[in-house]
């Protein structure tokens, strides 16, 4: 939604446009644990974490108002953030899984999005993650943000630790809303 409302900000269809998502589960029904598959064993997700065993999926709702920077400027809007750069990946045929990304995919989403806005590897302080607490996926989202960042030159010049956060950890996985979500916290 957000790539979406961008794109059309960038090509003049729009003026201003709100772009959100959300995810309601009720009753919320609860799960049973089996191995293997994605659902967490203690009902704790833990992103990028050793002792991560899955996710749980928790419920969200949010939306963002996008407008060009220069359009808001002029109108004195209270601006959060500014979005540089966008990147958004179907993975196809190089996926890991069916619910499981591939690390071609992910690291050109990372690329263009950096590309696209002008931004060094090096000077990208916090990355918020999709990060679900699952071995597969966190293994290989950070495998491809490693790519991303090397390719982009930021591995020999980065002085600083760059963070890696994932709102999952604090609400599970909000699906249809993780996006927006995650994007939210980011701002914050």
Same mark, same amino acid.
């Not at 991560?52 to 060009?68: I, N, P, Q, Y």
């Not at 002029?74 to 958004?88: H, I, N, P, T």
């Given at each position: 939604?957000?790539?979406? =409302? ?10 201003m446009a709100l ?8 009753? *919320? ?33 949010g939306a963002v ?26 993975? +196809? ?14 690291? #050109? ?15 990208? &302080?916090?990355? #918020? ?14 495998? =491809? @943000?490693?790519? =991303?960042? #090397? ?5 020999? #010049?980065? +002085? ?5 956060? &994932?709102?999952?950890? *604090?609400?599970?996985?909000? *699906?249809?809303? =993780?996006?927006?979500?995650? @994007? ?5």
């Amino acid at each position: 939604a957000v790539a979406t =409302a961008a794109h059309a900000l960038l090509t003049d269809q729009a003026d201003m446009a709100l772009a959100g998502a959300s995810a309601l589960s009720f009753p *919320n029904q609860g799960y049973l644990y089996e191995d293997g598959l994605v659902s967490s064993i203690d009902g704790k997700v833990r992103p990028f974490d050793a002792s991560a065993s899955g996710t749980v999926f928790g419920d969200s709702v949010g939306a963002v108002v996008l407008k060009r920077m220069v359009d808001a400027l002029a109108d004195s809007d209270e601006c959060l953030a500014c979005l540089c750069g966008l990147g958004v990946t179907n993975d +196809g045929a190089s996926k890991a899984g069916y619910a499981a990304p591939g690390v071609p995919g992910q690291r #050109e989403a990372i690329c263009t999005a950096m590309r696209v806005g002008g931004v060094e590897p090096h000077h990208v &302080s916090m990355v #918020e993650c999709h990060a679900t607490g699952t071995l597969v996926g966190d293994g290989i989202e950070a495998r =491809a @943000l490693s790519d =991303a960042f #090397e390719a982009g030159g930021g591995g020999a #010049e980065r +002085g600083s630790p760059c963070g890696l956060t &994932s709102i999952k950890g *604090n609400i599970g996985h909000a *699906n249809a809303a =993780a996006g927006i979500t995650g @994007l939210a916290k980011a701002v914050l």
